[in-house]
């Protein structure tokens, strides 16, 4: 039996939504007749994706983007937090801005951006929000310390948002999807990195991180503060590190 996900006239907000997984999925909600709003600093390649120009990190240009969408729309529907950052630096060599950096945007800006949709979706008692974390937030990873500390802060963050809403009927999840190429995954992960990757346990496409989004993303996922994972034995993956 196959079921076609129904977006009809509902409103997503996809934070970094202009490349990888939130690309993909701005497609996907598109094709299931609802209307994809992408937050990014760079403008999406798919001149169908409705796009805002924001840096999540900015609490007030977060505000401002949201305050648009809903002028625009009059209602959001769901929430998919994926903007990231990941740097590469190993702990003792961390730049303080570089690490600041990180936070702000991995972490900072997910919680400015549910302070901006979410108290719709509570007035509406509908809705469902989504944020990525990573596998490396449970095993950490060489040089990825500030990316794997975000990654771990934002599951607790979730779940205690969860917690905090589900009398409204708002939903919130979160989502490790693994390893995907991505724009960010190449640009972090070269030579020797990548090709561990690969032999390892594979690198997977945006596309098959699509259904799971899309499956928190609707009625038909009746629950909350819960985790879905991609990932294939990655506590396994800093066993090549000498």
């Keep these: ?8 006239g509902e409103v997503v907000v996809i934070t970094g939504g202009a490349q990888g997984i939130g690309a993909a999925l701005a497609a996907a909600v598109n094709a299931c007749g609802g209307t994809a709003v992408v937050f990014d600093v760079v403008k999406p390649a798919d001149a169908a ?3 805002v120009e924001v840096d999540v990190a900015d609490r007030s240009a977060v505000e401002s ?3 648009s969408v809903l ?4 209602r959001i529907d769901g929430l998919v937090a994926g903007a990231a950052v990941q740097p590469r630096s190993q702990v003792l060599d961390t730049d303080p801005a570089e690490w600041a950096r990180a936070l702000q945007v991995n972490l900072d800006g997910v919680v400015w951006v549910c302070q901006a949709v979410v108290p719709h979706l509570v007035a509406r008692r509908s809705g469902s929000v989504v944020v990525f974390t990573s596998g490396m937030a449970a095993s950490g990873y060489p040089g990825a310390s500030a990316y794997a500390s975000s990654k771990a802060a934002l599951v607790a963050f979730a779940k205690s948002l969860a917690a905090e809403v589900a009398e409204h009927r708002v939903r919130v999840n979160v989502v490790s999807p693994g390893v995907i190429d991505t724009e960010q995954f190449r640009g972090a992960n070269a030579g020797a990195d990548r090709d561990h990757w690969r032999d390892t346990i594979g690198i997977g496409d945006p596309e098959d991180v699509v ?3 899309l499956f928190l993303l ?3 996922a009746a629950m909350t503060g819960s985790m879905l994972t991609r990932e294939r034995a990655f506590a396994k993956l800093t066993s090549f590190v000498e």
């Design 1 to 8: 039996m196959k079921v076609r996900f129904d977006a009809t």
């Design 65 to 67: 983007a949201v305050a």
């Design 71 to 74: 002028t625009r729309h009059g």
């Design 218 to 220: 609707s009625d038909a």
């Design 211 to 213: 259904g799971p989004l």
């Design 49 to 51: 994706v409705e796009y």
